[in-house]
């Protein structure tokens, strides 16, 4: 199964981006709950996404609903859809667990 970020993945990367696997990463997998319709014509269609394992007032997630396949092609999710939801960050942005710094 892809994961959103793996769909999803911006084209901007910059030279000095380090390589994804060197940053720090926990992966939640997730179901699409349902799809929302743009309330303007000129919003984008948003996918709800419930994050297992995330708290019960916060596991609940909205993105835009629009992803690109391997051939960068515009898909969308469909309800019931299971996806991996990974939360990534920069080593300078995370701290040894337990210490206050």
Do not use: C, F
Request: zero cysteines.
């Amino acid at each position: 199964m892809r994961s959103v970020k793996e769909w999803s993945r911006l084209t901007t990367q910059t030279q000095n981006d380090k390589p994804d696997a060197e940053k720090p990463s926990v992966t939640l997998p997730g179901t699409v709950e349902k799809i929302i319709p743009p309330m303007h014509p000129s919003d984008a269609e948003k996918a709800q996404i419930v994050v297992e394992g995330a708290d019960e007032l916060y596991r609940e997630i909205r993105v835009e609903n629009s992803l690109q396949d391997e051939h960068g092609k515009a898909v969308a999710l469909k309800p019931g859809a299971q996806v991996d939801v990974t939360i990534e960050a920069d080593v300078s942005e995370t701290k040894p667990k337990g210490s206050s710094g």
